[in-house]
């Protein structure tokens, strides 16, 4: 074999990043591949703009099945994001047997069903490395890292916006849209942050993580959403005088009953390893039933991180083609045929401790009136602070309760929020304190 | 292909680990790997003892030969430990063209490059994920996962017994001796706690960990070896008042000047993810020139976590078998010949920052000699606490000093030693204090 031709679609943060691992450390991958990975050809919209990287030799052009036809080249890889024209692209190149690398999660958690069954009929493979955690290689962790046990939950901060953002809320105490508004302006949010901080991201993300962990469908609509945008920056620092930090969690359990997949703002105690990961680093824990607790950490975004979990899966299909095999390793860790549909359990039938904060009128009973209604829908409370910072003419009450039903709670907010001596949208948060016992 | 037939020398608490995996999570692994993985037979010295796994059906031997000699036998799983009679069997069974897997760091650390050269060959594959940090996947992370990166650092606590000891000294302030005993009554420690407490087994590991890193040979001699049992509970208090926590760290780096390999406790800044890593847990962070930081933590020792890792080694090498390849990725990260010997540097020509504890009697002017030693050998002093807790007469004084050469400092407190007014061989401890920075 004399070399591995390798096409590139979309030359955007994370396509330059590529092209610069690539040509950079050309030697340092032939000498761990033995073959030569030659960068051929570039797809981009935008070819008039300059990139940090040198791209002397190679071809480029505007038209991305330039590259896709290429008889040459042998890996495809899609950097351009979104569905479309994405999974046309991806979809032409694996009917024309090319290999696949992407890191398109919205397009995975959405389409990938669609994707991985084209690439398995053609008899080529689909990476997806880069697709969750950004540079931290724990797609082959899960995969192939783990293969031996049964995945009993995952634990992740697998958005390094929303990370980020609520780091900075702590440690300065500002409010969630003045720190958006100063991500934006030092270009770690984007213009539109709706995917990020809605926690849709996150849950994209998780979505790919459930299939590897327990062998089921992708299924982006199964997964429960919330964002991080009701947090205030009081929320953070009741947490704290409770021993928690909040983060925005990727959260999924396999049990008996069933399996969980949710993502929104947590609790979780200040001392956990996941609680001090902090900015825009990403981090998953995952428990398997032989190897305990394995964390996985580094930053989850930008350009040379990403660039390096892209390479990683060039790397790994190129040594398939060099080998003169590929499905080595199933696509999504379980053989297709193994693969079978679990539900995922509704979040209203789940038992969570929370931490609930309402504004209400400073005046004698209103305690009496909120936990009467908590009472009615056997909703325990473990602890109450009332604290006299007052704020447009109301006092925030705080409480953590002991485990209620999902379904209870909403029911129990909506009917507190009615009461006259209740101002504003009461606000709940989900606790998990037990992350590592096994 | 039927089955991929797996032969298992040495029953001991790792070997007991893989047949439970392997017999336990016999179908998930099948809904992996698509082919029956299957633990034929078993080899060790007493089959009497009971064991907590159900080996029905598995043929049992004492005889190790037995098992590598039976033609039907793909892969042979070395779990004794040691170097003989392991080295024997693995280099028998590598010699028949079986696939080994094997957890001895030891044997790999001193003899790796004559079983890897054997395995290379006769063309078959060696694997030895759990060799190193346990359950952890960490040595996929670097071939495989970090294979695009020039690695440019590695910090690792690799050691679980060191560490236990190290963490149970800092939080109950007991001295080395006394929490050694209860480890051991535990069972965490060997009742030989040589090679934990003294860094040779973090050594071992940190000599694979290196080969794979830069593409170097094994070479365990030129790794400079320090251990914790000079470690007292007031260094450990002291250091708590300096900002840090002292860890048995295995660092690598690998810099313009040359490649640095080394054990030896580390204080390190108390609010680094490092630092944080307690009791038998293990980490290690990898920077790589293109992802940054990454770090792995888990569970670096114990009977299911260990089997973790061996049987995830024996699913890559069944996918070998059974895609009818081998050596798809090299032992060793690096292709053989892209390998090179590159020296290690003499840790004596290499600057740290230190932290020093001397014993000193009470009396004017004990400070004023200590450091005059230390400005003849161009040492700059950062901070001094002298207080007066006395013991056994003497008061403990202790520094931290600006970057120093190591062989100055080693002449320095050679000739502090020999003062009138010292007692006791003064203690250093290196510091590492920009872990994290890029």
Request: aromatic share 6%; proline share 4%.
């Amino acid at each position: 074999m004399k070399a591995v031709n390798i096409g590139l679609i979309g030359l955007g943060t994370v396509g330059t990043g590529v092209a610069k691992v690539l040509t950079e450390n050309q030697e340092v991958l032939f000498k761990k591949v033995g073959v030569p990975l030659v960068l051929k050809k570039i797809a981009d919209r935008d070819l008039s703009r300059p990139r940090p990287v040198d791209l002397t030799g190679i071809s480029l052009t505007e038209d991305a099945q330039e590259v896709i036809n290429d008889p040459d080249i042998d890996i495809i890889i899609e950097l351009i994001g979104g569905y479309e024209p994405a999974k046309t692209f991806i979809l032409s190149a694996l009917k024309q047997k090319k290999h696949v690398v992407t890191a398109n999660k919205a397009l995975l958690a959405l389409h990938g069903e669609e994707i991985f069954a084209t690439a398995s009929q053609y008899g080529v493979d689909v990476a997806f490395e880069a697709s969750v955690g950004g540079g931290i290689p724990l797609i082959k962790g899960i995969k192939e890292g783990l293969v031996a046990n049964k995945i009993l939950c995952l634990f992740g901060i697998l958005n390094g916006t929303a990370n980020y953002i609520l780091t900075k809320m702590a440690d300065e105490g500002l409010p969630f849209k003045e720190v958006l508004k100063q991500a934006q302006v030092k270009g770690f949010a984007e213009a539109d942050p709706t995917f990020d901080v809605e926690g849709i991201d996150t849950a994209h993300k998780l979505a790919i993580l459930v299939a590897l962990a327990y062998g089921i469908p992708i299924d982006f609509d199964k997964i429960y959403i919330e964002g991080i945008t009701q947090i205030q920056p009081l929320d953070i620092q009741f947490a704290q005088e409770f021993g928690y930090r909040i983060k925005l969690l990727a959260i999924s359990r396999h049990t008996s009953a069933g399996i969980e997949a949710r993502v929104h703002p947590t609790m979780i105690p200040a001392e956990h390893l996941l609680a001090n990961v902090g900015g825009a680093y990403n981090a998953l824990l995952v428990r398997g039933d032989a190897v305990g607790n394995v964390l996985f950490y580094g930053l989850g975004a930008g350009m040379m991180p990403t660039g390096s979990a892209v390479v990683s899966d060039v790397v790994d299909v190129a040594r398939n083609i060099i080998k003169g095999t590929s499905l080595r390793t199933p696509a999504l860790a379980y053989i297709p045929e193994a693969r079978e549909t679990k539900s995922i359990l509704p979040i209203d039938e789940l038992h969570f401790k929370y931490y609930f904060r309402f504004f209400a009128v400073d005046r004698p009973g209103v305690l009496s009136k909120i936990s009467g209604v908590l009472g009615k829908y056997e909703i325990s409370i473990a602890s109450v602070v009332q604290k006299g910072r007052e704020i447009n003419g109301t006092v925030p009450i705080v409480m953590l309760t002991h485990e209620a039903k999902e379904a209870n709670v909403k029911q129990a907010l909506k009917e507190i929020e009615t009461l006259d001596v209740v101002r504003d949208k009461p606000l709940f948060i989900r606790i998990e304190d037990e992350l590592m016992i096994e």
